[in-house]
DNA sequence: TCGTCATTTCGGGCATTGACGAAATATGAA
DNA sequence: TTCATATTTCGTCAATGCCCGAAATGACGA
């Protein structure tokens, strides 16, 4: 993962409604939701969100498949799990116990 | 973990001066480095990495303690670990095995 | 093909954020 | 106390992000 991919993410995140968006997609899982549902769930308008799943999109963060006339979002876990490796990379220079469990549960401490 | 916190986190490391101050300070560890260094390391003035800062220590991503006439910045990685439970939480409405590792990793399925 | 539903694109207007230098504050040493 | 180092605060400027309605696009069924 490179800073500004990192950067597209996090600022993705920073949003109330996209946060709303990509928290609703992980309690719904892999399924996908369409686009005008998670509209009316969280009450936005549809052209508002539509730039919002955007922003998700590019970041990496959601993918979108069409079923029919719907299209479905759906998160990207990989993308959470690289975010955070790309976080804690090389965390404590590489003493990755010295930081607590997240960093080695991550796998993100220097690679042996 | 409130919403609100959780903007405050991701948009002060969305951004790139404050990721890499971040990412810096996770490759040092919990010994901390002063504010002037880190601003020599990253080729940033001093007034606005103070900012910079600031900002991540509201946002709950860093702590400062004084040493001397220094002030050490450490990475605070609770944080992180709190940040990615809320963004998982009730991942895939509790059946986390659907979401691939790391959700059950960081503990943010369902709670049994 | 035609109509309809689902979604996206576009343009305008408002608010927030970031960078920088100069000056202010805080700490330790002489 | 007086000086020097370390860090923060402040004011100004430019740039970016966001919301919304109206119109455009895409896909399906009659």
Redesign the interface.
Known sequence: MK?DD??DA??A????TR??V??LL?????GGVPALEIARRLDAKPSTLSGHLAVLKRAGLVSATRRQKEILYAPN??S??AL?R????????G?AA??????S??GAGAEP
Do not use: K, M, W
């Open positions: 800073q990192a950067i996090f600022s995140l920073a949003h109330e946060l709303a990509f928290r992980v309690r719904e899982g892999p876990f990989g959470v799990d955070v790309f976080l804690l990379e090389d965390c404590c220079g003493d010295a930081c607590g469990s997240l960093p549960i991550a």
